[in-house]
């Protein structure tokens, strides 16, 4: 059931990305003084927290708790680290309290391999998935599109690659209003003797399946919008979405430098590229309600980019709030059961 | 029900696979396990009998029946403790 009037609580990982903690805290702050009903609890060595509030100037009034670990994950740790040797990371105690009933979603900014994991393991995943995945909307470029898995599984079955169809299906039904959304899967060809292993052996099941599956799609159909669930496996899908995101940014250079001798027009630029594709600023700040929430873990876990500042961080808290308003991890629940049911899962 | 069938079921449950595919000969990559498989494997034997499994000695086994082994000795280490 949507929750609209309750209070949301959210864990912030304060020990993950590339400027934690301090631009995480600060994103918290900025947050919690927007007091739209969310209570955030900043998981990380009580130590390191309390040094940077104090530094920060010890902001009170506001709807923030610290929540101690003993530990936290760094750049050299596997992601399965944080099940084996490093299960009181900040990340790890963040996901507990997911299942412990205390919080209703998790940001993460710190490595997404590790988060996927701990998502896995202490919060669990919905029935009928085994892997969760990472959507990306392509919504700047390509109309009513998405991509996944964009980063959560370096490596995927066939069986798995499935379910992100049948995700991707589900989400795409509910985002665009489409009642049938067309399904395809990322490969080097269109026949199905194209791709790796896994390609392949998917392919079999998506046509067995009773998804609208229209065969495979290569790299030069996506943005045609030929499909609007493109899937594959996380290495690829990163790769892809991080060169999708860099096009705008440097075709606005390009062009810019091209109209080098005509200054009025090159004035023109910069407004008429961040107004048509938002994706030519940072990307992760206009990110959508869907992207980086990790689909199919019976749980919100968002996913922010490591790079964030505050800025980024108050974005995602606000939507991870809204996920949780609009119970997508319920929706998705009923829509897999009915699958389940229904034999097709 | 054995060591053996136990530990047969839980991995079975953990990859996704039937547990008729696993010998004492079988290995993870046989089952296309991931990294995530196999660690959730061990934690989830750890928990049933509640023994450690280190990494130094997992990374020792060759195959199912070496992980077999060193489960069932660490059971009657325990035992006679």
Redesign the interface.
């Known amino acids: 059931m949507p929750k609209t009037n309750e209070i949301i609580r959210i864990a912030v990982d304060a020990m993950g990305g590339d400027n934690a903690p301090d631009e995480i805290i600060k994103g918290a702050i900025l947050a919690a003084q927007r007091k739209e009903n969310i209570e955030i609890s900043l998981v990380g060595p009580i130590d390191i927290l309390e040094k940077k509030w104090g530094d920060l100037g010890s902001p009170d009034n506001l709807a923030i708790r610290f929540v101690n670990s003993k530990d936290y994950i760094t750049e050299s740790d ?3 680290s944080v ?3 490093k299960s009181e990371s900040s990340i790890a105690v963040a996901t507990k309290l997911v299942r412990k009933g205390e919080v209703d979603a998790v940001i993460g900014a710190g490595y997404s391999g590790a988060v996927a ?1 701990s998502a ?2 202490y919060v669990g995943m919905l029935e009928g998935m ?1 892997r969760p995945a990472i959507i990306a909307s392509l919504s700047s470029f390509a109309h009513n599109t998405l991509l996944l898995d964009s980063g959560a599984n370096v ?1 995927c ?1 066939p ?1 798995q690659l499935l379910s992100f169809g049948i995700v991707g299906s589900i989400c795409a039904k509910s985002l665009f209003g489409i009642p049938n959304p067309t399904v395809a899967l990322l490969s080097t060809g269109a026949e199905s003797s194209k791709g790796n292993d896994a390609i392949r052996e998917a392919y079999t099941l998506f046509q067995n399946s009773n998804l609208n599956f229209i065969g495979s799609v290569e790299g030069s159909d996506i943005l045609g919008g030929l499909a609007n669930v493109v899937i594959c496996d996380g290495y690829t899908g990163n790769i892809l979405l991080k060169f999708y995101e860099s096009i705008a940014g440097y075709a606005r250079i390009w062009v810019k430098h091209k109209l080098s001798r005509h200054p009025i027009l090159k004035s023109t630029v910069d407004p008429i590229f961040h107004k048509l594709f938002p994706m030519a600023r940072k990307s992760y700040e206009s990110e959508d309600e869907v992207s980086g929430i990790l689909w199919g873990i019976d749980g919100i876990i968002r996913i922010a980019h490591g790079a964030s500042y505050a800025s980024h961080i108050n974005h995602a808290i606000m939507s991870a709030r809204n996920a949780v308003q609009a119970d997508i991890v319920g929706s998705l629940r009923s829509e897999l059961v009915k699958y389940k049911t229904e034999g097709k899962l | 029900m054995s060591v053996e069938d136990e530990m047969k079921e839980i991995i079975a449950g953990i990859v996704h696979v039937d547990k008729s595919l696993l010998s004492r000969t079988g290995t993870f990559k046989d089952m296309k396990a991931d990294s995530l498989d196999i660690v959730q494997a061990m934690v989830a034997i750890e928990d049933k009998y509640d023994i450690e499994i280190p990494d130094e000695e997992a990374q020792k086994f060759q195959n199912f029946g070496d992980f077999v082994d060193f489960v069932e000795k660490r059971i009657a280490e325990k035992g006679n403790a």
């Open positions: 596997s992601p399965v099940i084996r040797n994991v896995i393991q085994e490596d079955k069986h």
